[in-house]
């Protein structure tokens, strides 16, 4: 057997990311310097482009990093295919975690009988417009409580959270997990709105695998192999939008002829390059958002001034708060009071709130009765540069 690291260096890239994502979830849930899910996920950069072209704002729980996301997301779509989902994508890592624990408990993948799978995959397509129109009409994060990822990121908020706003989310995350454990990544094949967009983008089909039909001994292990169930074995070059830039096709090969081989441009490449270029891409920029900071990306190890309107005459407050800091609903008065250093009473008045406005109950579960809405008061608060 040929020596490849390829697998081995993919699933650590895939580890790491679902590792990270998971504690940057959990300490987010802890303190708002955290980035949200929302911030972290190139398909909002899709969802709140229009806003961002037409008038240089964002929708709401969407930031500049989303759109900074999207665009490295649609390069690497338009020149390398899907390999977003196959090296840095977290939540195909969650899939492919418990395909693993399946395949130790069942020995054979299921695999739908093909004209049911075919219907299943155009699912996907179909949803990805009629998200993309939803969310153009109503200026909303339409998808949000339906995303299983989002549920799967508000799983350390609390059951209240997690069941009034993500019920049908964590549900989707539920029945995802379990198919996960008999079928390769069910989401990621049937209903990813993201994977569909990457799979329309992929025009200029630059990643190709080319099969050689001459050293070719037709062992079936590429087919068997393929998480995605692409027949590899009867075509001359998978140029499949289904296709997520595994490579285990061409690892698991056991010629020593390179019967499979990737190619861009038509130039031969080594498919543990395209691999590591994508992933140090994405880490680059989480690193460099952290470090800069960009809104959405940083982390609190470093500082910025904010400032909000004085109630009391035109003049604006300013405060210095670690990178990141953002009110959320699930916060009170008293918590945002100790960010800002300054007392619960004072919070209250820049926020315009009445004098006995509750200060230890969490935000979301009274904001309301007085005409506001958490984004109204996140509104009050101007990053400055
Ligand atoms: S064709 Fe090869 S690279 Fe593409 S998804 Fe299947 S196994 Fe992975
Ligand atoms: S694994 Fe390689 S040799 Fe076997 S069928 Fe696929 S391309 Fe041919």
């Known amino acids: 057997m040929k020596k490849d690291n390829t697998q081995i260096i993919r699933k650590i890239s895939l580890v790491f990311f679902l590792l990270s994502s998971t504690i940057i979830f959990i300490l987010h849930n802890i303190?708002?310097?955290?980035?949200?899910?929302?911030?972290?996920?190139?398909?909002?950069?899709i969802e709140t482009l229009y806003r961002f072209l037409a008038s240089k704002s964002f929708l709401s729980k969407t930031t500049v990093s989303n759109i900074i996301l999207f665009i490295l997301t649609l390069f690497s779509g338009i020149f390398l295919g899907r390999i977003f989902c196959g090296w840095v994508c977290s939540f195909g890592a969650l899939q492919g975690f418990f395909r693993w624990i399946g395949s130790k408990i069942v020995k054979?993948?299921?695999?739908?009988?093909?004209?049911?799978?075919?219907?299943?995959?155009?699912?996907?397509?179909?949803?990805?417009?009629?998200?993309?129109?939803?969310?153009?009409?109503t200026s909303t994060l339409i998808i949000r409580p339906y995303d299983p990822?989002?549920?799967?990121?508000?799983?350390?908020?609390?059951?209240?959270?997690?069941?009034?706003?993500?019920?049908?989310?964590?549900?989707?995350l539920l029945i995802t997990i379990f198919l996960s454990i008999f079928i390769d990544r069910p989401f990621c094949k049937y209903l990813c709105p993201l994977g569909a967009f990457l799979g329309i983008i992929r025009v200029f089909n630059t990643n190709t695998i080319?099969?050689?039909?001459?050293?070719?001994?037709?062992?079936k292990k590429c087919d068997q192999i393929c998480p995605m169930n692409i027949e590899i074995m009867e075509k001359e070059k998978v140029s499949s939008s289904e296709c997520i830039n595994c490579f285990e096709c061409i690892s698991k090969c056991p010629t020593k002829k390179e019967t499979l081989k990737l190619k861009t441009f038509r130039i031969k490449i080594n498919p543990l390059f395209s691999g590591i270029l994508i992933v140090t891409l994405f880490l680059l920029t989480y690193i460099?958002?952290?470090?800069?900071?960009?809104q959405g990306l940083s982390l609190p190890i470093t500082k910025q001034q904010i400032s909000i309107d004085n109630p009391t005459n035109s003049e604006r407050l300013n405060f210095v708060v670690p990178a990141g800091f953002d009110i959320k609903g699930s916060m009170s008065i008293s918590e945002i009071a100790l960010e800002l250093k300054i007392s619960p009473s004072e919070v209250i008045k820049i926020l315009g709130l009445?004098?006995?406005?509750?200060?230890?109950?969490?935000?979301?579960?009274?904001?309301?009765?007085?005409?506001?809405?958490?984004q109204d008061l996140k509104n009050k608060i101007k990053t400055e540069k």
Do not use: M, N
């Open 31 to 45: 303190s708002s310097y955290f980035p949200s899910v929302d911030f972290i996920c190139p398909f909002g950069g």
């Open 108 to 137: 054979r993948k299921i695999i739908l009988l093909p004209k049911f799978d075919r219907f299943l995959r155009l699912l996907k397509y179909i949803l990805l417009p009629i998200i993309l129109y939803f969310t153009y009409k």
């Open 149 to 172: 990822w989002a549920a799967y990121a508000h799983i350390t908020s609390g059951f209240s959270e997690l069941f009034t706003e993500f019920a049908v989310g964590f549900t989707i």
């Open 210 to 219: 080319i099969r050689d039909k001459e050293t070719c001994i037709t062992c």
């Open 288 to 294: 460099l958002g952290s470090l800069v900071p960009i």
């Open 354 to 374: 009445p004098e006995d406005a509750p200060i230890d109950i969490p935000l979301r579960d009274f904001i309301e009765q007085y005409g506001t809405t958490v």
